[in-house]
């Protein structure tokens, strides 16, 4: 019981991350293309200024309550995928730096370097974070110790022994990109007016066609990959509801978006990051890390967890911290809202 | 040492001495901005309005720089450490899911507010910004301290069966007696850092006689503020820390002080190398009898030197662990007296004419740097040969399956990345100091 709250707190805490920072990677990702003048990046630069980083604590905080609540998992996870999660964390410099410093010299060899290192670092972070999320759903081969370590690649399968990227990963890492540029092009459109919306919007157009067929491939994709999913769906059909959800708030986006309303539309692409991730979360219950080669070595909320008192004792100050960090959350973004102001 | 535990062990140290970097600076201005905010809303005055802002913009660089740099520590607990965060987890997940929680949200979504919100959201929410910045950075200092502290001092803990550690009360965890000493010794050798470098960029102005109004707010504040951070230093945070260390870890106390002998009426070594080979201490400077009087408030207490100890639970670096010492507190003695007689100048009035004065402030800026990272070289080194003191040691802590090859990758990867960034703050703190509080630079308006 106390385990299945941790398990439902920690996905929606990263499920928060995906929604909020989602929109600055797909921003990120849009963003040379968009916003063509100086005077329209600054405008696109201004309109996460000042939020992108308290977007970026809810992926800290979900890495600290994984490890507070499961720490065996935490152990396993992030040393088994060691060198993506390195290279994640020198992507997430480079872009912390692209929005940070940009604006600190007045010469255009400056800005076009952090242009280009925020496009890059944001799109490489968007198809990472994409086959991070494939590499849960297919599996890693656990150890008896619970331990593994994961190659980049091996033959890009989805064997017993597979890499981090193979093509389901690789197909996972493509279709969030997409959707967060989707979501992001929302985003800014917006938060914008006159001709950078228009492009915006555009963008969002285009990148809205493809996750239409990408997400239905990824779904297609998910139970022949994994059937530990298909088996708690069967078992437990009500869970249907998250990704039923997310073809409806898909739906809804793309005609939100023809009918150019960019507030609905953006809406409805956080909807669709939502379910997607609950659907994963629903789909992969009670496992955190499945194990490719032997289930029984399979880390689950019972076998990784951090013990009752201090779940319990986190009972005491998860609701305060929670409630306070939507209020500075819902303060800092409100302090913010509407078009950007250049 | 297997070459991937040395990795790890290096790369570890290496991004930690690196991040700390910002953080000091940042948490000790936070204090001063806080300040210099309350002083610009009592008064209306703009040019405190000025300072704050000016003092802000250093402030978001140094933090942009801490924030990158601290977010790869959380997530190297997991990748290289994986052994002890699934050890350990059950106790210190507590302190940094609430750090997560409880601190950087609140840093983050005000800093944002502090710095581009003074047009949309008025004064008064200027001001309570900064109020929050000052919490959320200092609550961040708890947080991440009571995990060290812990780490020293292991308290509130059970075993469960399969070996692996849970904590057994979150308030015992949390008022662990060790914080006591070390979050304030640390908390004021932040606003150290940060008074000097004030201090030291008022000299720099009057020196080279721009912005006077400015650099004399910045002298006063750095030299008031500055003196009285390095007089706690000493006492009683410093003492207060160093009793704490002979009285829970002798051997770190031993080693630190370069006492490699049992003795009563122990001096005190001011300088000299220590020779492991002969275990003697060549070309010393010693006070007499002072050891023993600083820790045990007795001329004859008897000391413990290493000797008393197996082999096995000594440091494994005593020079290094030695230098650290001395080099913090040998360095904390200049800054106690630099600092008190700028202070003498400034009440006598004659500081802003005294040039050889200002010269030395400036000088003195990177000081507090160096004895802050020597400082926490003496913790951490001293802490050796254990992880978790007593309960795990460091060679049983790191990742079972992140081979050398990966391990040493990394590492040349983050000091190559780390050098860049090192270049990059350098030179965008010195644009920002060329451009002066009240230039029109670039940098002041959102992205």
Known sequence: MMETFWYCAVTLLLAVYAVLDGFDFGLGIVYRFVARTEAD?????????????????????????????????????????????????????????????????????????????????????????????????????????????????????????????????????????????????????????????????????????????????????????????????????????????????????????????????????????????????????????????????????????????????????????????????????????????? | MPSAMLYDRLQFAFTATFHYLFPQLTMGLALLLLYFWSRALASGDDHYHQVARFWTKIFALSFAFGVVTGIPLEFEFGTNWAKFSNFAGGVIGQTLAMEGMFAFFLESSFLGILLFGEKRCGQLMQWFAALMLFLGSWLSGYFILATNAWMQHPVAYTVAPDGRLFVDSLFGLLTNPWLFWQFTHNMTAAVLTASSLMAALGAFYLLSGQHAAHARTYLRTGVVVGTIAAALMGFPTGHGSARQVFEHQPIKGAAFEGLFKTERGVGLLLIGQPNIETMTIDNPLIIPDALSVVVYDE??????????????????????????????VGLGTILVSVMGLALLWLWRGRLFTANWLLWLLMLSAPLPYIATTAGWMTAEIGRQPWLIYGLLRTSDGASPLVHSGNALFTLLGFLGIYLVLGLLFLFLIAETIRHGPSGHSVSSGPA
């Not at chain 1, 799109?123 to 494939?134: E, H």
């Open chain 1, 41 to 342: 990046r600054r405008t696109t630069l201004a309109s996460i200024g000042p939020i992108w980083n308290g977007n970026e604590v809810w992926l800290i905080s979900a890495g600290g309550l994984l490890f507070f609540a499961f720490p065996k998992a935490y152990a396993a996870g992030f040393s088994g995928f060691y060198l993506a999660l390195i290279i994640v964390l020198w992507l997430l410099i480079a872009r912390g730096l692209a929005l940070e410093l940009r604006s600190h010299l007045d010469h255009t060899l400056w800005r076009q370097f952090w242009d280009v290192a925020f496009t890059g670092a944001s799109t490489l972070l968007a198809l990472v974070f994409g086959a991070a999320l494939g590499n849960l759903i297919r599996g890693v081969p656990l150890n008896h110790d619970g331990y593994f370590f994961a190659a980049l690649w091996t033959d890009f399968m989805t064997g017993p022994d597979p890499g981090i990227l193979d093509w389901f990963t690789i197909l996972m890492g493509v279709t969030s990109a997409t959707i967060l540029a989707f979501h992001g092009a929302n985003y800014l459109a917006m938060k914008t007016e006159g001709q950078l919306r228009g492009q915006a919007r555009r963008a969002a157009w285009l990148s809205g066609s493809v996750v239409a067929v990408l997400v239905g491939l990824a779904l297609i994709a998910v139970p022949f990959v994994q059937s530990s999913f298909r088996l708690n769906y069967a078992a437990h059909p009500i869970g249907y509801t998250f990704p039923f959800l997310g073809m409806a708030a898909l739906v809804t986006a793309l005609e939100l978006r023809r009918r150019s309303c960019d507030a609905g539309a953006f809406y409805a692409t956080s909807l669709l990051i939502l379910t997607m991730l609950a659907s994963t979360a629903w789909g992969s219950y009670p496992n955190i890390l499945i194990a490719t080669n032997d289930p029984a070595n399979s880390l689950t909320v019972t076998n990784a967890t951090a013990g009752t008192y201090g779940m319990q004792a986190g009972l005491w100050w998860f609701p305060i911290g929670f409630s306070l960090i939507v209020a500075y959350q819902v303060c800092a973004h409100r302090a913010f809202r509407g078009k950007v102001r250049p």
């Open chain 2, 299 to 328: 001329l004859y207490a008897e000391v413990k030197g290493l000797d008393a100890f197996p082999r096995e639970n000594w440091p494994d670096n005593l020079p290094l662990l030695y230098y650290s010492y001395h080099v913090m």
